[in-house]
T-cell receptor
Framework: GAGVSQSPSNKVTEKGKDVELRCDPI?????LYWYRQSLGQGLEFLIY????????KSGLPSDRFSAERTGGSVSTLTIQRTQQEDSAVYLC???????????????FGPGTRLTVL | QKEVEQNSGPLSVPEGAIASLNCTYS??????FFWYRQYSGKSPELIMS????GDKEDGRFTAQLNKASQYVSLLIRDSQPSDSATYLC????????FGTGTSLTVIP
């Protein structure tokens, strides 16, 4: 595709429900990142996938958060038993390569705005 | 100490002036440096990449990198109201680190 796509664009859920957020990276990009951004705040790193390597989950805020990347492409971020503090914009980004080199630039999707009532 | 530090601003400049945005980083092994622009309610958009010391120009934008001093800056010449946004500095180290951003307002 032309860019990173995310779905849904908006999600309103009730406290305690589970939600799934989807990210389709740019075709051929090996690295995929999830971030969270609360209103007026910076980017909070959540999780990073690089090729077939084990993901870097160091940014996940609790065990209610999990993510998977199937076939090295599409990724799903799952939040179980949502809480009001989970309300934020969830951003996905992909890059051709990872690490230090040229090609590691991240390109962002439009985000999913999650509201937990 | 944060991996990437930026002045949060807000920075206000008049239309047509030069806006100067600065960023410092802590990891000496960092090799890739990026500037992103984020409009309110939108996702970050890559505007500049720089990998070696010196200046890199792209239209009205110039990125400057000084690895010895561990800073990277972004100059916006002939600033326009449409440049009003938050500018995020990003650096690769053991991870991809983002600063918290500098809010820029260009006053017509």
């Amino acid at each position: 595709g032309a860019g990173v796509s995310q779905s849904p664009s908006n999600k309103v859920t009730e406290k305690g429900k589970d939600v799934e957020l989807r990210c389709d990276p740019i075709s051929g990009h090996t690295a995929l990142y999830w971030y969270r951004q609360s209103l007026g705040q910076g980017l909070e790193f959540l999780i990073y996938f690089q090729g077939n390597s084990a993901p870097d989950k160091s940014g996940l805020p609790s065990d209610r958060f999990s993510a998977e990347r199937t076939g090295g492409s599409v990724s799903t971020l799952t939040i179980q038993r949502t809480q009001q503090e989970d309300s934020a914009v969830y951003l996905c980004a992909s890059s051709l390569l990872a690490g230090f080199s040229s090609g590691s630039e991240q390109f962002f999707g439009p985000g999913t705005r999650l509201t937990v009532l | 100490q944060k991996e990437v530090e930026q002045n949060s601003g807000p920075l206000s400049v008049p239309e047509g002036a030069i806006a100067s945005l600065n960023c410092t980083y802590s990891d000496r092994v960092s090799q890739s440096f990026f500037w992103y622009r984020q409009y309110s309610g939108k996702s970050p958009e890559l505007i500049m990449s720089i990998y070696s010391n010196g200046d890199k120009e792209d239209g009205r934008f110039t990125a400057q990198l000084n690895k010895a001093s561990q800073y990277v800056s972004l100059l916006i010449r002939d600033s326009q109201p449409s440049d009003s946004a938050t500018y995020l500095c990003a650096v690769t180290g053991n991870q991809f680190y983002f600063g918290t951003g500098t809010s820029l307002t260009v006053i017509p």
